[in-house]
């Protein structure tokens, strides 16, 4: 099946420092979500992407579509402690879009 | 926000023992699912459901089965707890649309002792 990669596996930053991650596929992909979970709780969707080349801000994060739509990255401006968890990209595994196949995640620790 | 509840959070239990984990989504969704993921690690789906009456393995292969007799209801079953099922279960939901989002529950933590 479709496979996720995720890189770096996991990050140790100080507070206030830029984030930078991303997610390749060896197949093409027509959305790509970035999910967050902290630790103990469900995955929590912070940006969903649906076009080659969309560059997508929510707050502090901007998420961006790849042009040959096989990666995605998500960057992280002025991290802060509340960051710390595990992101994971996802994207559509069959053409109906109706099932998920997720990467295996990037644990963001970050220091105060 | 998401209406999607998951009961227990936790659940420490025998080997032998049969199980049920809740989920329930007031948002009226059709598609549900359920993932397996061990601490820290990336998510497998062994169940899912496009509406009442209609159920379907994931890619992971799993000894527990699910039901869905009510649009709201997706509880998944084990009939005979083993310790390599401890892991946690999240149950999950989407509406219609091919970009509608998946709204996950918090997850029931399993081990089997």
């Known amino acids: 099946g479709q496979q996720l990669n995720q890189s770096p596996q996991s990050m140790f930053i100080q507070e206030g420092e830029d984030v930078s991650m991303n997610c390749t596929s060896s197949?093409?992909?027509?959305?790509w979500l970035w999910y967050k979970q902290d630790p103990g709780e469900g995955p929590v969707l912070l940006i969903a992407l649906y076009k080659a080349g969309e560059l997508t801000s929510n707050g502090r994060l901007t998420a961006q579509f790849g042009i040959t739509r096989k990666d995605s990255f998500l960057n992280i401006s002025a991290s802060i402690p509340s960051d710390v968890g595990i992101y994971f990209c996802a994207g559509p595994t069959n053409n109906a879009g109706n099932m998920l196949t997720f990467g295996g995640g990037t644990r963001l620790m970050v220091k105060p | 926000e998401a209406d999607i509840y998951q009961t227990p959070r936790y659940l420490v239990i025998g080997t032998g023992k049969k199980i049920t984990l809740e989920c329930s989504q007031t948002?009226?969704?059709?598609?549900m699912y359920w993932y397996q993921q061990d601490p820290g690690m990336e998510l497998h789906l062994i169940h899912y459901?496009?509406?009442?009456?209609?159920?379907e393995k994931g890619d992971l292969s799993s000894e527990s089965t699910v039901s869905r007799i009510r649009t709201e209801h997706f509880p998944l079953t084990l009939e005979s707890a083993r310790p390599s099922h401890t892991s946690q279960y999240l149950c999950a939901s989407r509406g219609q649309g091919h970009n509608s989002p998946l709204h996950f529950g918090n997850g029931t933590r399993l081990t089997v002792t």
């Open positions: 197949s093409i992909f027509n959305t």
């Open positions: 948002m009226g969704h059709d598609k």
């Open positions: 459901s496009y509406g009442v009456n209609s159920t």
